[in-house]
């Protein structure tokens, strides 16, 4: 079973401009939790470190309470990121929130040594999450002006942020030592998903016809037999 967590975000194409005009206000108290949490998240990740490299096992508390922390903050940002007007929850249960990262239980038994070198592995990801970073912020900064102006979210910018946000968020989890394989570049198991049924932005579900009634078997009164009608 992968240890890889999955990024998912409900796209809905109409938006309130009153909320977007707002956002960077609105998401002031969450930064403030997000500080917080983060600083108590460090000391958790750094005994987390010890403990895997000796025993080869992520003490479950620990795990949890970072894991909270990089569900929190995947819904905080894709609120920030304009991925979703919903404000979020001032906790790590966000399974049913628009902008959301599930991540797996933790594995029976972690590599020490992948654990061991975590920091020197991890070069790539940070360049590359470096660099998706800026995507999303581009996406977000575009997708601020359009809806503000005509209060619908562009689905090609909402793809482009959730490109970018999705390896930001995946690659904290390698980071903070949930996972320990290197994020596909892309979430092929996630991504913007349709809004739920009723939401803005569904397409009608298409009609559905009953299907053909299936031929009828020929009476006695043909004067067919059973046998092979090819060989009269």
Known sequence: MTDQPVFEAEYVEKRSRLTTFFRGILAIPHFIVLYVWGILAFFAIVF???AIVIT?????????FVAGLQRYSTAVYGYVALLTDEYPPFSGDTDNYPARLKIPPPKAEYN???????????????????????VWEVGA????????VMGKQPKGLQDMIVLGLSYQQRSYAYLTLLTEDWPPFTDPDGGSLASPVGGAGLPPAPATTAPPAAPEAPSAS???SGGDPLNG
């Not at 900064?141 to 503000?148: D, Q, T």
């Open 48 to 50: 987390a470190w010890f």
């Open 56 to 64: 080869g096992h992520y003490p479950p508390a620990l795990y949890s």
């Open 112 to 134: 020490r040594l992948k654990t061991l070198f975590r920091i020197i592995l991890a070069i790539p990801v940070l360049i590359i999450a470096y660099a998706m970073q800026i």
């Open 141 to 148: 900064f575009l997708a601020w002006f359009v809806i503000v």
């Open 222 to 224: 043909t004067g067919i």
